[in-house]
């Protein structure tokens, strides 16, 4: 183990600068020449540079005075905390980057405690010091108040590299060098050989690539591998370190965070929290604490616009899966908008970023339906159910008990705003934790249905908070809830694709809401549209779009009025035949009125 190895990585909220600052790290490190510096560097991927977000981690090694930095980019965002947990795992110290202008925020309190969950050494940073808004007094005290210090935190502009010369020498004193875990020693009494895969991504050519730090032991190119979890073999066709790009090594030894060429072509093979080991000692090593599958929180039917590109929406899907391997799909059939894909993802980011990538790199609209959580019911004949499409939702007169997803919610926001946020999570059906104070800010902690936390909470408090409020969750169970199925019947006939899971307590709400809704989004047709609202066959909300009506007695010109009756019972007739047989037109807009009500 090398004592001139430090690994650590920039924990942080979103757009607090942690892309930033990994620039100058790599400009002043003379990892990257200044001339061939782009902001966010690390970040490859178009959306990324555009949003201002990170959404894959990124490891990238700088050789600085003697030492060997290895630096991963975590995404700030809650719907990629599995993310940073991997990474933070492959770390022993992390910089704790807090925005001067802004303050704590509810993801760096998630994000530490991460941290701190895996003993990680913290560093507390302030950045944007050089900001027209920045309270550099006020984000010192809220962080040493986290953190409980006396010690003054690093005060630096990533922007234009104040203070990260400094930063980077008290990362080479003060973080530990990695550290080897108990192991049984192999016969000739040197240490097995153990990796954590954090990540991995799919090459073309190459097949899946290993994201891996070395626990212990050496890793040579050639090796006989395999993992722990899945029992996937492969041999180490090439290893090497990133420094920014692929650059490949003889040799990776304990402590070092690179990358394995597996050859494998199925990126659901390579497990990110895996513990990889040598072939001949898979008997011997212990696997990694903390593993688990990843598993989506959100599901969306998408629909491709046109219904001729089902099978290019299928192959555009399989590909993003190759370098995505938390999202899952299983194919639908609905018989208004035809197939489609039931696409399962982390939260609502993850499918928004995942949608506008089948738009702009593959040329495919996809109409969205309603977002929604898995439920669980308790049938009396004792089996258990769990589902997400309200397509599978059990006759009700089976149902015993049913249980919905529910969030641990952290809420950090500024004094003035606490009554309106608890007023707020009061509203979403939300159990009040806990409400502590951070200086100036508030944080507020509330358990509440995962439902409501994806589609209602974010907007919500952004508009509570007037833009101040930022929220983190994860999942924390299941709680009882009487779950019914609204139906939504257009022009008399059950749309099927509208229909949504609620508890009873707010169905009523609901069902009026989405009424209005739908009333607003589809356009007034030739004939009269019924929109209706039902539970179990009882219609509980109805709005009624009236039809374009053509002025049939303009022609007339004096005469008996009969002539007129005549003309309009002609007209009533023809529309009540088009009503019979017309084709009500949905527009992507009601969809979305649907998932917004």
């Known amino acids: 183990m090398s004592n001139s190895t430090r690994n650590f990585s920039i924990i942080a909220h979103i757009d607090a600068g942690k892309s930033t600052l990994a620039d100058r790290m790599l400009e002043i490190t003379g990892t990257v020449q200044s001339d061939k510096i782009t902001p966010q560097l690390l970040d490859t991927n178009p959306i990324e540079r555009e949003r201002g977000i990170t959404i894959k981690l990124a490891p990238?090694?700088?050789?600085?005075?003697?030492?060997?930095?290895?630096?991963?980019?975590?995404?700030?965002?809650?719907?990629?905390?599995?993310?940073?947990?991997?990474?933070?795992?492959?770390?022993?110290?992390?910089?704790?980057?807090?925005?001067?202008?802004?303050?704590?925020?509810?993801?760096?309190?998630?994000?530490?405690?991460?941290?701190?969950?895996?003993?990680?050494?913290?560093?507390?940073?302030?950045?944007?010091?050089?900001?027209?808004?920045?309270?550099?007094?006020?984000?010192?005290?809220?962080?040493?108040?986290?953190?409980?210090?006396?010690?003054e935190p690093f005060l630096i502009s990533a922007k234009t590299g104040e203070g990260v010369e400094n930063l980077l020498d008290h990362i080479i004193s003060n973080l530990p060098s990695p550290r080897t875990r108990n192991l049984a020693p192999t016969t000739n009494n040197s240490p097995l050989f153990q990796a954590l895969v954090f990540n991995s991504t799919f090459d073309t050519h190459l097949g899946v690539i290993a994201f891996v730090k070395i626990i212990s032991g050496d890793l040579h190119t050639g090796d006989k591998l395999e993992f722990l979890s899945s029992g996937q073999s492969l041999v180490s066709s090439e290893i090497g370190i990133f420094s920014p790009g692929r650059t490949p090594q003889k040799t990776l030894t304990t402590g070092n965070v690179g990358y394995i060429i597996t050859g494998i072509k199925d990126i659901r093979r390579v497990l990110v929290g895996d513990t990889l080991c040598l072939a001949t000692q898979s008997k011997l090593v212990t696997p990694i604490p903390g593993f688990r599958k990843i598993h989506p929180n959100v599901f969306l039917d998408l629909y491709p616009a046109e219904g001729s590109q089902y099978r290019d929406l299928i192959d555009a899907l399989e590909k993003l899966k190759l370098n995505d391997s938390s999202l899952t799909t299983q194919g639908i059939n609905s018989p208004i908008l035809g197939q489609g894909v039931k696409v399962g993802f982390l939260g609502m980011l993850h499918a928004e970023v995942v949608g506008e990538r089948l738009e702009r790199e593959f040329n495919l609209p996809v109409i969205s339906v309603s977002p929604s959580v898995e439920y669980k019911v308790r049938l009396r004949h004792g089996d258990e159910k769990i589902f997400s499409s309200a397509a599978d939702f059990p006759d009700p007169v089976l149902i015993a008990e049913g249980f919905e997803p529910i969030a641990a919610v952290n809420i950090v926001v500024t004094s003035p705003y606490v009554g309106a946020v608890m007023e707020l999570c009061q509203d979403l059906r939300g159990d009040l934790i806990n409400v502590s104070y951070l200086d100036e800010l508030v944080e507020i902690e509330y358990l509440l249905p995962l439902i409501e936390v994806i589609t209602a909470l974010h907007d919500s408090l952004k508009s509570v908070t007037q833009g101040f409020g930022s929220l983190d969750y994860e999942l924390a169970g299941w709680q009882k809830a009487e779950l019914v199925k609204l139906e939504v019947l257009l022009n008399h006939e059950i749309f099927a694709p509208m229909s949504v899971i609620t508890v009873k307590q707010k169905a009523y709400a609901k069902g009026k809401k989405m009424a209005e809704k739908l009333k607003e989004a589809i356009p007034r047709q030739q004939f009269e549209i019924p929109i209706q609202v039902t539970i179990g066959g009882q219609i509980i909300s109805r709005e009624t779009i009236k039809a374009y009506r053509k002025d049939v007695d303009s022609k007339l010109h004096g005469g008996d009025f009969t002539r007129n009756l005549k003309l309009l019972k002609k007209q009533k007739k023809g529309k009540a035949r088009m009503k019979q047989f017309g084709r009500v037109s949905v527009p992507q807009e009601a969809f979305l009125a649907i998932a917004k009500s």
């Open 60 to 151: 990238v090694a700088m050789m600085y005075k003697g030492f060997t930095l290895n630096l991963i980019d975590t995404p700030g965002h809650v719907d990629f905390n599995y993310e940073v947990e991997r990474a933070l795992q492959a770390c022993e110290g992390a910089l704790l980057l807090v925005d001067a202008t802004k303050g704590v925020q509810a993801q760096t309190v998630a994000n530490l405690r991460l941290a701190k969950n895996l003993g990680l050494t913290i560093i507390p940073v302030v950045n944007k010091i050089d900001a027209p808004l920045a309270d550099v007094p006020a984000a010192t005290r809220q962080i040493k108040q986290l953190l409980n210090i006396t010690t």
